[in-house]
């Protein structure tokens, strides 16, 4: 008997789906428009995909996704749980409040069940002041029926996670066990406030997440199809639907690292640059022995500055639907906005009224799609000029993100990237492999799950090999718990940075292990 596995990847213009075989070969493929409504767009996409197939639904075993669910519900302020906000930093962190640097229309949604208290952590694990317990007490009676999650962050708990423990362990007491928890220890890096950020985002879409998972769920089932459902984490790896909905933020941004996988799966290229061209936009990212770099940067969701870990990413505003409009006296501008997912609406070419970059495309010859006559009547000098400028914006974008002057290898992926040629500044090739418009659902698809580790150590107290094995194997039961298949997991990436800063021969390990799906 054959077995198969769906992969979907939801973007901003189209919502991808692909059914492998167990040789990992596409056997059908589909793009649906995502439009508004994103739980509709997997539907369709899902009920295509598997009638193209026209395989048995029992032998369907595996179905990935990656969704902009919680993105969305961050960016738009839509179906965000109140949450009530506990920090343990008492006194040491009173100048600097929670919820300091949200926007107030984010403020308004979570709501202002806020408390801080005595407690906290040096960075070598001595505590700053006992944990404050009847103030814990005090805070989880007063939020009791006022919130739908609680984020709990203490001063350097990545270090020592005894008071967000014990904390946890004193909310589930007083409100029980329905309302998740987010610690911080378990979500962000070391700094207390974009650690904090990241942990009262992801309970705020804790609830969004549950309804993707059921939604999504359902729609499986709704054709016939019972399997092991994983969602995509934004290193470029999977995580089961139980960790996803306790760690709904890793979603965030998983797209992009979905294309950097299914790209590098489909040019058997593991180190090199991507570009990933979408209806609205492109991003360039960099493959690491073929898993996305990440950023060493704090990065904004919704306007809210975090930490936790992202994809290392360059995004510009140029995709096939970008609006091209040329002024009177020839210049020209390109977007940033877009016609998006009307594209077969208002794009010249498609008979519409709106010069868009598949436009100026299509009348140089470099894609044939809809009609050239609609476009024959343009300026050709003009819009040689202008395919230069985007071809200009792509290799800028790619210089941005490499670390040498020498050439890379380059791999151009998404539905838009037929507007670019296959020779770019920079590249020392250009691959466009077979498959190339979904590579963001074959990544999804081909993904396996992983687990990943911060903390710092005290190499006066821990030897450096003793706290690497720590490190190691904290980071394999994270994969574990992650639907890691434990038979399979192994160590993908260790890093090790001394902290000249702090006092102790202080020294950062983070270690990603990775494994197999569980059969």
């Known amino acids: 008997m054959s077995f198969y596995r769906i992969g ?75 949450v009530g906000i506990i920090r343990i930093g008492a006194p040491a962190s009173m100048a600097v409040k929670p919820l300091i640097g949200f926007p107030e229309d984010l403020q308004s949604h979570l709501g202002n069940e806020v408390y801080v208290v005595r407690g906290g952590h040096e960075y070598d694990g001595r505590e700053i002041v006992p944990l404050d317990k009847q103030a814990i007490y005090d805070a989880a009676r007063k939020m009791k029926g006022k919130v739908d999650s609680v984020a709990i962050t203490s001063i350097f708990s990545p270090v020592t996670q005894d ?3 014990a904390a946890q362990a004193i909310v589930k007491e007083v409100l029980g066990d329905e309302i998740p928890i987010s610690l911080s220890f378990e979500i962000g890096s070391v700094g207390l406030i974009e650690r904090e950020n990241a942990t009262i985002l992801n309970a705020s879409v804790v609830n969004v997440a549950k309804a993707m998972a059921n939604g999504f769920i359902a729609a499986l089932h709704e054709e016939g199809i019972d399997c092991q459902v994983y969602f995509g984490q934004n290193d470029g790896t999977l995580m089961s639907v139980e960790y996803a909905m306790k760690y709904p933020i890793y979603t965030i941004a998983c797209g992009p690292t979905n294309s950097l996988r299914g790209a590098s799966y489909l040019s058997d290229v593991d180190n090199g640059i991507v570009v990933d061209v979408g209806g609205t936009t492109t991003d360039v990212g960099v493959l690491v022995d073929t898993f996305p770099r990440e950023s060493a940067l ?23 639907g970008t609006i091209i409009r040329i002024k009177e006296d020839n210049t020209f501008t390109i977007g940033p906005d877009s016609v998006g997912y009307r594209l077969k609406e208002k794009a010249m070419v498609f008979g519409g009224d709106t010069l868009t970059a598949t436009d100026i495309a299509v009348f140089l010859g470099k894609a044939n799609i809809g009609d050239y006559n ?22 800028n974008a790619i210089d941005q993100m490499k670390t040498s002057g020498e050439p890379e290898p380059v791999i151009l992926v998404g539905g838009g990237s037929v507007l670019f040629p296959e020779q770019l500044k920079g590249a020392s090739h250009v691959y466009k492999p077979e498959n190339f418009g979904v590579a963001n659902a074959i990544g999804s698809a081909i993904s ?24 190691k194997h904290l980071a394999i039961e994270e994969a574990i718990a992650a639907g890691a298949n434990p038979d399979t997991c192994k160590i993908v990436e260790i890093e090790d940075v001394p902290l000249a800063y702090l006092p102790g021969n202080a020294t950062r390990i983070s ?3 990775a494994g197999e799906l569980l059969k």
């Open 8 to 82: 979907i990847d939801v973007g901003g213009t189209n919502t991808d789906a692909v059914i492998l075989n167990e040789a990992m070969e596409v056997i059908s493929a589909t793009k649906i428009i995502t439009q508004d409504n994103v739980s509709e767009a997997i539907l369709l996409a899902l009920k295509e995909v598997v009638q193209q197939a026209g395989i048995p639904t029992e032998q369907i075993t595996h179905a990935m996704l990656g969704t902009t669910h919680c993105t969305n519900a961050i960016v738009e302020r839509k179906h965000l749980n109140k």
């Open 511 to 513: 270690v990603k292990a």
């Open 374 to 395: 609609n476009v024959a009547h343009l300026d050709v000098p003009l819009l040689e000029k202008i395919y230069q400028q985007m071809i200009a914006m792509v290799e």
């Open 448 to 471: 396996q799950v992983s687990g990943q580790v911060e903390r710092i150590y005290s190499l006066d107290q821990f030897g450096r090999l003793e706290a690497i094995e720590e490190a």
């Open 298 to 320: 704090a990065v904004e969701i919704g306007k809210v500055r975090t930490n936790f870990r992202m994809p290392d990413l360059v995004s510009i505003g140029l995709g096939g």
């Open 163 to 165: 008071h967000e423990e």
